[in-house]
């Protein structure tokens, strides 16, 4: 059974940094698309970032340029850089397996979600 826990949360001042990690555990992830996802109370779970098998990243408009995302396949492990970390970056983040091996922004494409790390920025 494919299994994925995040690390990294935590409670940072506006303007910090964060960097997210997720193991994947039960079987292999190079094959297959990754994302994260976030979710703040009362609100829908949303989009982030996604990265291909091969390497292609996508992001949601409002983290381009200070999120990256990245994955070490032999490590098994999705990142996500958080970098001018804002207040509304405030949420609970998932990580995403993908059904498949493209990029994907649809909850309707994870295969196997996390259970959720939580990101609190201050202002």
């Known amino acids: 059974q494919v299994q994925a826990v995040e690390s990294g949360g935590g409670l940072m001042e506006a303007g910090g940094s964060l960097r997210l990690s997720c193991v994947v555990s039960?079987?292999?992830?190079?094959?297959?698309?990754m994302a994260w996802f976030r979710q703040s109370p009362g609100k829908e779970r949303d989009f982030v970032a996604s990265?291909?098998?091969?390497?292609?990243?996508y992001y949601t408009e409002s983290v381009k340029g200070r999120f990256t995302i990245s994955r070490d396949n032999a490590k098994n492990t999705l990142y996500l850089r958080m970098n001018s970390l804002k207040p509304d970056d405030t949420a609970a983040y998932y990580c995403?397996?993908?059904?498949?091996?493209?990029?994907?922004?649809?909850?309707?494409?994870?295969?196997?979600w996390g259970q959720g790390t939580q990101v609190t920025v201050s202002s």
């Open positions: 039960g079987g292999t992830f190079s094959s297959n698309a």
């Open positions: 995403a397996v993908g059904k498949g091996a493209v990029l994907f922004t649809d909850p309707q494409a994870v295969g196997v």
């Open positions: 990265i291909s098998w091969g390497n292609r990243t």
